[in-house]
């Protein structure tokens, strides 16, 4: 299953020089935790985020303790006196491929430890969005759906075997494989 499948096609976004009131605004009004940053080319240039905005408001090392200062310095995040998206985003943005396997969009989320990640097209431009939430509806797919995958687009488009040449059957998300094919 591919990306494009499963992804949100009708993306909230962002430009740079949004201010992050709006960007509050939006996420709460839309109920999301983050959104992608987009330039005017198209391209997603960051991604801003709840915790992006909670960084913000929690305030600077100055206003740490002692022992904070000392354990990580007194240095200010320049995020923490961000007043639009580009410059509290970030960047650069974990992207995929809409034509990328949904596997690899759950690995990838996993170790950049990301929970949304925006999905270009060809170009490189904004395609859609897809999230944590979108991959465990794709774990919910029937097993008539899961054999189908197999039939069609692993053994027959990537393995090129003939799928009448194997047994596939499919029961509660668990694959059995059947079958002899010939190896050159």
Partial sequence: MQVHEVMTRDVT????????????????????????????????????????????????????SLLGRLLYGAETDPRLEARTAAEAMTAPAVTIAATREVAEAARLMSEKSV???????????????????DLVRAFLRSDSEIEREL?????AQ???IDPG????????????LRGKVQTK
Avoid: C, F, H, M
Wanted: glycine residues 10%; without cysteine; charged residues 30%.
């Fill in 13 to 64: 976004a962002v430009s740079p020089d949004t201010s992050l009131k709006e960007v509050a605004a939006t996420l709460v009004a839309r109920r999301i935790s983050g959104l992608p940053v987009v330039g005017d080319d198209g391209r997603v240039q960051g991604v801003v985020s709840e915790a992006d905005i909670i960084g913000k408001e929690a305030g600077s090392p100055r206003e740490q």
């Fill in 115 to 133: 929970k949304r990640l925006p999905v270009v097209d060809e170009d490189g431009k904004l395609a859609g969005i897809v999230t944590r939430a």
């Fill in 165 to 176: 040449d194997l047994s596939i059957t499919v029961e509660n998300g668990e694959v059995a």
């Fill in 158 to 160: 990537k393995l090129w």
């Fill in 151 to 155: 039939r069609e687009d692993v053994v």
